[in-house]
T-cell receptor, first 114, second 109 residues
Framework: SAVISQKPSRDICQRGTSLTIQCQVDSQVTMMFWYRQQPGQSLTLIATANQGSEATYESGFVIDKFPISRPNLTFSTLTVSNMSPEDSSIYLC???????????FGPGTRLTVT | AQRVTQPEKLLSVFKGAPVELKCNYSYSGSPELFWYVQYSRQRLQLLLRHISRESIKGFTADLNKGETSFHLKKPFAQEEDSAMYYCALRSGSARQLTFGSGTQLTVLP
């Protein structure tokens, strides 16, 4: 298994500001993903964080709004930029050791934008 | 494009009754399907996957390619089964997960 921690666990932010969420894994993993879970909705994949290169974004998500870093095989950050109330959501980090392995989820970061 | 549909947002059953959570998918390739569960105040975790063909906590799910379904079943529901259940399909070059909208199961005493 993989133990995933996220910081912060929750935050309340003002409109127009940015927040960086950290994801730390207790062991090296090949694949890291960032998901969003809006209130009452399912999980939506934002991007795949690639080590040493630019993240791969899903349709509807752009790098300017959600810049992602992945400096090594155990750590990644997601920044939510120029926030608006519509960005209020739970942001989840998820990892997988390799392409066919089980996928694990972090505890999530609950973001509220006022 | 891949899609996962869970038609029931809420489902309530009595303890000891059978339960079935429905999941249908659309995907042109060979699907890999999963059920994830999220108990109250806990993180999302894998319940079972179709390739394992195993029973976890009394739950089973059979992939029916003809009906493009992967329904989750348990013959006798327990109160501790109350949780949010998500059906998910793995696809794409990175084999990323696509989730259904989820079904909140409540098992009544």
């Amino acid at each position: 298994s993989a133990v995933i921690s996220q910081k912060p666990s929750r935050d309340i932010c003002q409109r127009g500001t940015s927040l960086t969420i950290q994801c730390q894994v207790d062991s090296q993993v090949t694949m890291m993903f960032w998901y969003r879970q809006q209130p009452g909705q399912s999980l939506t994949l934002i991007a795949t964080a690639n080590q040493g290169s630019e993240a791969t974004y899903e349709s509807g998500f752009v790098i300017d709004k959600f810049p992602i870093s992945r400096p090594n095989l155990t750590f990644s950050t997601l920044t939510v930029s120029n926030m608006s109330p519509e960005d209020s959501s739970i942001y989840l980090c998820s990892v997988r050791r390799d392409i066919s392995y089980e996928q694990y989820f972090g505890p999530g970061t609950r973001l509220t934008v006022t | 494009a891949q899609r996962v549909t869970q038609p029931e947002k809420l489902l309530s059953v009595f303890k000891g009754a059978p339960v079935e959570l429905k999941c249908n998918y659309s995907y042109s390739g060979s699907p890999e399907l999963f059920w994830y569960v999220q108990y109250s105040r806990q993180r999302l975790q894998l319940l079972l996957r179709h390739i394992s063909r195993e029973s976890i906590k009394g739950f089973t799910a059979d992939l029916n390619k003809g009906e493009t379904s992967f329904h989750l079943k348990k013959p006798f529901a327990q109160e501790e089964d109350s949780a949010m259940y998500y059906c998910a399909l793995r696809s794409g070059s990175a084999r990323q997960l696509t989730f259904g909208s989820g079904t909140q199961l409540t098992v009544l005493p």
